[in-house]
């Protein structure tokens, strides 16, 4: 019985095919398209995630086809990452979405990363929680700290520091390494700051932020990087 189940399986899956899509795409259109007419997730908080340009070597989608008609899709953000002086690829899932009638084949959108990368989903939505525990993931328990200032700025200010915005300031203080990353945050959604110490220069920290709504309320400072 088990074998059979697993024919018709394959046999149906047969019909399907999987894209790929990266930054630079001609193909970026239709898949815009039916992103915009589907119903599952709000189009502009799937767009926002095109405004990152992380590594444009990995793609930032996969599409899933069921006889070249677009029927699903998954939003992804590859970067490589160094760890103890070893490099390791992450891929962080932002939004998965397949149509109803063609769920059975939704795990195929996952077939070129899982057990290759280090997979990643940040807040995933509740429907989905329990998927993704069945398809092995982990779940991590993260405790989030929430300041309330009324100029965000201030979080940085110190007697004894100084802060550059001007983003020429921020390009002629950077190395090789944190000007890579500077490019691929060059977004306007996100804030770059140099943080020196007023007796050493010399001595800074890079940061990069994005200011988010948390519960449709109030604004925060998301430290990307520093």
Not at 11 to 40: C, P, R, V
Not at 104 to 123: G, P, Q
């Amino acid at each position: 019985m088990g074998q059979k189940k697993t024919f018709l399986n394959n046999l149906w899956k047969k019909n399907y095919s999987i894209n790929k899509i990266f930054f630079k795409d001609s193909n970026k259109k239709n898949f815009l398209k039916y992103l915009k007419k589907q119903k599952y997730i709000d189009y502009n908080l799937i767009n926002k995630n095109f405004s990152l340009i992380y590594d444009q070597k990995f793609p930032i989608a996969f599409l899933l086809k069921n006889k070249k008609k677009i029927v699903g899709f998954l939003g992804t953000l590859f970067s490589i990452r160094k760890i103890n002086k070893k490099k390791f690829i992450f891929c962080n899932i932002h939004s998965w979405l397949v149509d109803v009638p063609h769920r059975i084949a939704a795990d195929l959108l996952f077939k070129d990363i899982l057990n290759r990368y280090i997979i990643t989903v940040l807040s995933a939505r509740r429907g989905l929680s329990k998927t993704f525990s069945n398809m092995g993931f982990k779940k991590v328990k993260m405790n989030y700290r929430v300041t309330f200032l009324l100029n965000p700025i201030n979080l940085f200010y110190k007697k004894t520091t100084g802060i550059y915005s001007d983003i020429s300031l921020i390009k002629n203080c950077l190395d090789k390494n944190n000007l890579e990353i500077f490019e691929k945050h060059s977004h306007k959604n996100f804030m770059k700051l140099i943080i020196y110490n007023l007796k050493n220069k010399s001595e800074f920290s890079f940061l990069i932020a994005k200011i988010v709504k948390k519960k449709k309320l109030f604004r925060v400072i998301n430290i990307i990087y520093l």
